[in-house]
């Protein structure tokens, strides 16, 4: 059974930091593609930054140069660093796994972000 555990997530000041982590279990991590979206209320879910199985990332315009993406997989587990947060990064944040062979996609549960002005 798949299994994705975010954590991490709470509420802060503008311009502080939190670090979020996915742990995984149940496939096989190592080849798969990691990655960090949000929903903020009353907007459609976004993808915040992706990190493939070999490393490569990928952020949103939003985020670049404020929030850092990495992967253990020793430890089946995905960061997601947010230094400088703001108002707006406030919303619910998903941790999503992709099977690069199938495309298909795992969730987790999500973890609240709020950031206070």
């Known amino acids: 059974q798949v299994q994705l555990a975010e954590s991490g997530g709470g509420l802060v000041q503008s311009g502080g930091s939190l670090r979020l982590s996915c742990a995984a279990s149940?496939?096989?991590?190592?080849?798969?593609?990691m990655g960090w979206y949000r929903q903020a209320p009353g907007k459609q879910r976004e993808l915040v930054a992706e990190?493939?199985?070999?490393?490569?990332?990928n952020y949103a315009d939003s985020v670049k140069g404020r929030f850092t993406i990495s992967r253990d997989d020793a430890k089946n587990t995905a960061h997601l660093q947010m230094n400088s947060l703001k108002p707006e990064d406030t919303g619910v944040y998903y941790c999503?796994?992709?099977?690069?062979?199938?495309?298909?996609?795992?969730w987790g549960q999500g973890t609240q972000v709020t950031v206070s002005s």
């Open positions: 149940g496939i096989i991590f190592r080849r798969n593609d």
């Open positions: 999503r796994s992709r099977v690069r062979l199938t495309m298909r996609d795992y």
């Open positions: 990190i493939t199985f070999s490393g490569s990332t």
